[in-house]
């Protein structure tokens, strides 16, 4: 009682910090978003700027700096702040009851789901950030239509156009200018190590959705924008303007390359092309290098600062990714079930932490040299320290080259594989919950594997009073009721875990009438021999990766102004002297480009190798011992008993199989008792959508409905 009084005064202390932190965050980013607001404005242009040029204009940086100061800083401060809050989230204790946490979501009528035809599953919350950022951009279209529409017939006389012709001219660029708000946010929801996702309690496998809405957005207003161009270009005699390439001012060249990039990409992320030719989707969504690039050609450098944060942060992340990938991973063992899934085992050293429902991309070069894919981590960090596992079920082209190979009569003694990650929420509060609804759909259940290995470790280790779960399955065939054996680790102390866990499983086979006729397989263990470079997996930054984050997001963006200001003090300043009209555009995005690229670099790198010396001890025993056979040997007598334990037997006594019937969700959740209910719903869309509607009807109160899903 002590211990808990004691850990309830410590987080009450890192919430006042984190509340400071989000406070200083807000005011930054409010000051931000005004920036925003104020930009299309005469009061801007005609008072603010020339203020701001006055005061912070130098030779170091030119015009740049004060762009800088008002659009880059204040994001990138803001993502610094969030590493220090994700540190302190995860400084605070597990323990976090529904009468010390459940109250006070007076936020839970706004996370209500609604189904919206276009969006799919949406809270209010989401909508009503949807709506400002939709008025957002009205407002910036309009203002600055309003700002170039006031003083087009001067315009028109300088150009030699007709007045109506400006108008075309000047809308395309307004219309360009509203696409560049949907690319400052584009890269955020993918950084998936973000320290700015987990202020919003957002994480980056849930927000991939928004990508998707700004990516969709941004590419019809460029497409729309570089068409009225090609439209004013034709009706005033000037369709030689598409070959131009201004050294001082917008070039068109590299802007027409960056649309028709643009167009081949946006093209295959449709869902009709996405879900046939996912190949073909990934491959070409690395173009996104090239029209980043040609957008920097195209604006030049200036404008091009106002959504330099998202991707400077997003580069942060892919490069932290690049380097863990490079290292081999030591695959210790695979379980194969009947109903085409794997699932994988990989050694990790102790110091690795993560929450339920988390994300690992695995690469196995054999099948695939390039291709990335996504699988949900099974395994729980406090009931398994050594070892993390990931769950595989044959949906595909590659996860089903990837079966066959370890499923063969002989298979393989060891296969290369690379991984990133892995990601998932900063916490996870199940014990705020009376009753945890879990309602999945095939492959869906594997994020509950989790859930269920955390409450089962919270319920035996930590001895807290967890909620009664409710485990609803929905499976096409009897084989994959084998899956269900995947709840109980396969390491750890099997004995007592599920004890004191009020679980109740109702399992649905829908094509099929009655039991199958006793031929299951049972359960088939593969044990690789890795080879002694293979690595466990580590933390990429060690134990206090947000830390280290934050000190890389820091010094990176130090050594690029570094950079830049000794390019201008030493070389543009003597040649131009703050003209702008000697140094070209094109030259000076180049230039930052290598900048932003070498900055990075040695910050992340630097930071990466002084935590792989450190982890090297701990490394090397494990690589050790596995070598000498005692790991596996331990492993083979974990199995063992897992296979033999009382908990595994009394697992499947909790288990009631339908059969020929599919759940009916609403008499389920109706008779459902609790004064907090949490429901997750995880597997295909409908299933879903279905549960979601329930939850928002309000025939039935306190459900706290969320959806876990990795398929858009």
């Known amino acids: 009682m002590e211990v808990y009084k004691k850990s309830s005064f410590c987080d009450g202390k890192i919430r006042m910090v984190q509340g400071a932190i989000l406070a200083l965050a807000l005011t930054v980013f409010l000051g931000n978003l005004m920036m925003w607001v104020i930009m299309p404005t005469f009061t801007y242009y005609q008072k603010w700027v020339p203020v701001l040029v006055a005061s912070t204009n130098s030779t170091f940086f030119d015009i740049q700096g004060p762009i800088m100061m008002n659009f880059t800083l204040p994001i990138l401060f803001i993502a610094v702040l969030g590493c220090f809050y994700v540190h302190l989230e995860k400084k605070k204790s597990d323990i976090v009851t529904s009468s010390s946490c459940c109250n006070k979501d007076w936020l839970k009528i706004l996370k209500k789901p609604k189904i919206t035809k276009p969006l799919g599953i949406v809270t209010w919350i989401e909508l009503f950030f949807l709506a400002m950022f939709i008025i957002l951009c009205v407002w910036y279209f309009s203002a600055f239509v309003y700002f170039h529409y006031s003083t087009i017939t001067t315009y028109a006389a300088t150009k030699g156009v007709e007045v109506w012709q400006a108008r075309i001219d000047r809308l395309a660029l307004v219309i360009g200018l509203t696409g560049n708000i949907c690319l400052t946010f584009l890269f955020y929801p993918v950084s998936r190590g973000s320290s700015i996702l987990p202020l919003l309690g957002l994480t980056s496998e849930g927000s991939i959705k928004y990508h998707i809405w700004l990516g969709h957005m941004a590419m019809t207003l460029f497409t729309i924008h570089g068409l009225l161009f090609i439209l004013f270009w034709t009706v005033s005699g000037r369709l030689h303007e598409m070959l131009t390439w201004d050294p001082h001012y917008i070039s068109n060249v590299p802007g027409e390359l960056g649309l028709l990039v643009g167009l081949i990409l946006w093209a295959t992320t449709f869902p009709a092309i996405r879900r046939r030719m996912f190949e073909l989707f990934f491959y070409t969504h690395y173009l996104y290098i090239l029209f980043v690039a040609f957008f920097l050609l195209h604006t030049g450098m200036f404008y091009a600062c106002i959504m330099l944060p998202g991707f400077f942060l997003f580069l942060i992340d892919r490069y932290l990714r690049f380097l863990q990938s490079k290292r081999k991973v030591r695959l210790i063992s695979a379980r194969v079930l009947a109903c085409e899934t794997v699932e994988l085992n990989f050694s990790k050293i102790s110091g690795l932490e993560y929450s339920p ?356």
């Open 357 to 712: 429902t988390s994300v690992m991309f695995l690469n196995v070069p054999t099948i695939s040299k390039l291709q990335w894919h996504p699988f949900t981590v099974t395994s729980n960090s406090n009931l398994e320290s050594d070892t993390i596992s990931v769950v595989i079920k044959c949906e595909g082209s590659w996860t089903k080259k990837l079966y066959d190979v370890i499923s063969l009569p002989s298979p393989v003694d060891r296969l290369d594989v690379s991984v990133e990650g892995p990601y998932g929420p900063a916490s996870t509060h199940f014990l705020r919950h009376d009753t945890l609804v879990l309602i999945s759909g095939g492959s869906g259940i594997t994020p509950f594997i989790s859930i269920i290995r955390e409450l089962i470790y919270m319920s035996s280790t930590l001895k807290c009073k967890t909620p009664k779960i409710l485990l609803v399955t929905v499976f096409r065939n009897t084989s994959q009721l084998s899956m269900l054996d995947l709840l109980l680790p396969l390491t750890g102390n099997p004995s007592g875990c599920s004890s004191d866990l009020d679980l109740h499983i109702e399992a649905y086979i829908t094509r099929e009438n009655e039991p199958a006729p006793e031929k299951t397989e049972p359960l088939r263990t593969i044990w690789f021999k890795p080879d002694h470079s293979d690595a466990p997996i580590t933390p990429i930054l060690g134990q206090n990766n947000w830390l280290w984050l934050a000190a890389i997001i820091s010094s990176s963006f130090a050594l690029y102004l570094l950079f830049v200001g000794l390019l201008y003090q030493y070389y543009v300043y003597p040649m131009d002297h703050g003209t702008n009209k000697v140094f070209p555009y094109h030259k000076r995005a180049l230039f930052n480009m290598l900048f932003i690229a070498a900055a990075i670099g040695i910050a992340a790198s630097a930071a990466f190798l002084w935590n792989k010396k450190r982890s090297a001890r701990e490394t090397k025993q494990i690589q050790d011992m596995a070598d000498s056979g005692k790991s596996i040997n331990s492993l083979l007598a974990y199995a063992d008993q897992e296979l033999e334990s009382l908990p595994q037997q009394s697992l499947h006594k909790s288990i009631k199989t339908h059969y020929g019937q599919r759940p009916d969700l609403k008499r389920i959740l109706q008779e459902v008792k609790g004064s907090s209910v949490g429901v997750r719903a995880s597997g295909p869309k409908t299933l879903r959508h279905d549960v979601a509607a329930i939850c928002s009807s309000g025939l039935v109160k306190n459900l706290q409905f969320e959806s876990i899903s990795f398929t858009w």
